[in-house]
């Protein structure tokens, strides 16, 4: 699985990328779609007492439609503009963990994600992935190679947050 700073740069290239001009700097905006974007790996909370399995049922588009929704309900509730825009920004944000799940080498079992629960329980995975693992461990060879891992999250993902921030500079003005 990418690192969380993959999550966190992916999740802030979609705002970047979906917001628009007026209300690029909206930090609600922001904090909900970064957050959606990190989400689904709080299962890690719940797996010391059973109840969740890590890329199970939260690395799923269902549980994307979920929290896009319960976000939708909860700004509508709250009164906020746009309430529906921001549950949209939080679907596309917690999706995007799952496209970069997919794109990952996985050498934790159960081998790939739940990514179409509930209409399948299968396991899914790119055939060619882009991303490194990311160690769980704390020795020198795993400390050294989630370095490189996260340098490679990096290396890709800034780029593309430079670029989109770049083609937002002619948009809305």
């Known amino acids: 699985m990418p690192s969380p700073v ?13 917001a628009p001009a007026r209300d690029l700097g909206w930090r609600g905006r922001t904090a909900i779609t970064v957050a959606a974007a990190l989400a689904p790996d709080l299962d890690f909370a719940l797996k010391p007492f ?8 939260s690395h799923s588009l269902g549980a994307a439609l ?18 529906s825009v921001l549950g949209l920004a939080a679907f596309l944000g917690w999706s995007s963990h799952i496209v970069l799940d997919l794109l990952n080498r996985d050498t934790h079992p159960p081998i790939g994600l739940m990514a179409l629960w509930p209409f399948t329980h299968g396991y899914y995975k790119a055939p060619w992935p882009i991303f490194m693992d990311i160690g769980r461990t704390l020795d020198w060879q795993t400390v050294r190679h989630d370095a490189l891992a996260l340098a490679w999250e990096a290396a890709l993902l800034c780029p593309l947050l430079v670029v989109t921030w770049r083609g937002r500079s002619g948009r809305g003005r």
């Open 66 to 83: 979920l929290a896009g929704g319960v976000v939708a309900v909860i700004a509508a509730l709250l009164r906020w503009p746009r309430a």
């Open 6 to 18: 993959a999550h966190f740069l992916a999740g802030l290239t979609l705002h970047v990328a979906i």
């Open 50 to 57: 059973g109840l969740a399995v890590h890329q199970g049922a």
